[in-house]
């Protein structure tokens, strides 16, 4: 038998599209109860309709009395959560350091690493209980520099998100709470539409991956039910590049 998640109340937040969305399909399929999180409350119905089956609740992450609406209104259907996928984030247009406002750069911090930080502090109450999995997305820009790339607020989130991960999961291993980490390379999104209008563009982003293709949602999803299952029960503080190769280049 594959992973399960039998049992386990899931919540996945920027649950309505891209790697969020994968992730939720995959976690009902695999027996959760899951909770599907995002700020646009229509992208994200029309989401849990397609989907079929999960419970969804808006809310800014950026927000934390919805943050906490989130959490209450997922104990009062499920009454525990076991897993939170910090996976809500935004990729700002690139630009240079010089050429970044103060605001977009609060704008991502707020979102990218302040929103994980409220969604995990909510939460961790409710997992001192039974213990829990957090799963944190980062990506391979909090892994390394790249030059033509965000020298900005996107690479500190991401890289900060890295660091939390490990300081988390050694607060919380005796209480049975594993935090885990994954940096995806370039995952065919509508966060990456942006950078492949053409198809030379496409080509060259698939190069540009060791493996020779970009990823698919579902392969993300697929990293993060591992650390979302008991299959992962040892494993606490990794990070996990799944990036076709990316990352060691
Ligand atoms: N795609 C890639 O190549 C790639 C690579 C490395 C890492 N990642 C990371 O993987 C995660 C998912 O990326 P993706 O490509 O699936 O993104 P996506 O397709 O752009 O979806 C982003 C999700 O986050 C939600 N979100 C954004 N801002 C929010 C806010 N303030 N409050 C609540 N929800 C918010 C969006 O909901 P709304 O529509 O309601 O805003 C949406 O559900 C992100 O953290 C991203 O940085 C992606």
Redesign the pocket.
Known sequence: MGMNLQGKVAII??????????TAKLFLDSGADVI??????K??ND?AKKLGGCFAV??????TI?VSNVVKKGIEKFGKIDILV??????PRIKKLHEIEESDWNNVI???LS?PFRYTKEVIPHMLKNGGSIIN?????GLKAYQDFNADA?SA??AALILLTKTWALQYAPNKIRVNC???????????APFMRTEADREFMNKDHPIGR??T?EE?AKAILYFASDDSAWTTGAVLAV?GGESVK
């Open positions: 937040t920027g649950g309505s599209r891209g790697i969020g969305y994968a599907i999180t995002s700020k646009n409350s992208t994200l989401a808006s809310a800014d992450v950026t927000k919805e910090n996976n809500a984030g935004i990729f707020d979102v990218n929103g997305i980062s990506s391979d820009a996107y989130s991401k994954i940096c995806p390379g370039v995952v065919d999104t509508d966060m990456t970009i990823g949602p993300v990036d």
